[in-house]
């Protein structure tokens, strides 16, 4: 009998036992289902879905005929995640048979489980990716990246500049107008099965292609140009050497060459300076071109005109400095056209002394020099220009003369540009198209008068 109430007491209490298991399983089960089921559910999307950004194509940039000067393609890009990876060797040997990578660095990356993600070679052959991928490894796949690259190699190579790895603009033109270029990217929501293989596209939003890059560059101008150039630095022993050509009508830059170049595909190779479109960003002292700005000041003041005479010896002292001509002479009489066009130094800092400092600095600033041109181009110098309170007993023999001032290639030609224009300056630039946009707005204005340009042109 003892041994009955003994037993019913601990089927009792296995019943209870098992009452409160199911009491707490079910309290459980609420709590899942109802309070915590939105922070779950959100959780256990998250582990199995993935978003991905979907890269733009960069627009191309084109000459003005056309000619591709930059443009994308489409490469492969391999990929591994260390912590699904099971052949870390095999894989690093592999990579560097067919696709050239460091296995040597590749292999401890590999080996590295805190980490989810790493390149196993960016911007690989397609064809040598596919061999690799074909070998199965768990743990490694593939996405397709665009690279720039640069069809005509060095040619206008400053001036296009180049892109970086992310495809970002990183001088010249490339970045002028990279966010024309970039375009907007487009992203994919992806579900994933436990072993992070894609089993559906559940949304995605399209990419927005970069616009394309139009610019005022003749292609063959600019290679001849830059031939030109380097027959000129090896003959005469130069460090560099830059050309522009412009179209006076327009402004349009049909080249911008310079000597040394490089190719624009090995940018990570050179030297910033090797890089710089000197064109634009480096200064120098203008020397005999700069007369121009005293003549054209002086007629226009009707100060002189183009017959107007003046005894001139061969040197002039002014204040502390002697200046003399290049060209050993006598005493001469000489118009104002011979001494533009014989180039004399004692006769432009002649005429420069009767214009005066005052009214030869308003001339310099007519013809743009001291500020920037606003050309479309990256780094742009605003010369060098000493202001007028600065200026000592001797400027007036040097700025004449383009001594004691720098200016930039860009400038000087803008400035000759307006003369061939009917005295007219427009602001340079080097690109007219932007996608289906056409560029308009270029700013202008009247330097000279056109009796007193026709006078220049004559001499």
Known sequence: ????????????????????????????????????????????????????AIPAGRGTIFDRMG????????????????????????????????????????????????????????????????AFMKKGFAGVNVYQEEKRSYPQGATGSQLVGYAGTDNKGLAGLEVEYD???????????IVRDPFGRAINVVSATPERQGKDVYTTIDHTIQTNAEAVLRETVQHWGAKSANAVVLDPRTGAVLAMAQAPGYDANRANKVSFALQRNRGVTDTFEPGSTFKLVTIAGALSQRIVTPSSAFLLPYSIPVADRVIHDAELRGTERLSVSQILSRSSNVGAVTIAEKLGSTALMDWIHKFGFGTKTGIDYPGESPGQVLPLEQWSGSTIGNVPIGQGIAVTPIQLAAAYAAIANGGVWIEPHLVDRVGGRVLHSFAHR??????????????
């Open 446 to 459: 009247r330097i000279v008068l056109p009796a007193v340009n026709e006078e220049l042109k004559t001499m």
């Open 67 to 130: 000619i591709q000067l930059a443009i994308g393609e489409q490469t492969t890009t391999v990929y591994a995640d260390p912590r699904q990876v099971t052949q870390a060797r095999a894989i690093a040997v592999a990579a560097h048979t067919l696709l050239g990578a460091d296995a040597n660095v590749l292999y401890p990356q590999l080996l590295d489980k805190k980490k989810g993600f790493i390149y196993v070679e960016r911007f690989a052959d397609s064809k040598a990716a596919d």
């Open 179 to 189: 966010k024309s270029l970039t375009g907007s990217p487009g992203q994919q929501t």
């Open 1 to 52: 009998m003892s041994s009955n109430k003994q037993a019913n007491r601990r089927i009792r209490l296995l019943l209870a036992a098992f009452v409160l298991i199911f009491i707490g399983t079910l309290g459980r089960a609420v709590w899942i289902q109802g309070v915590n089921a939105a922070s779950l559910g959100k959780q256990a999307e998250q582990q199995h879905r993935e978003s991905i």
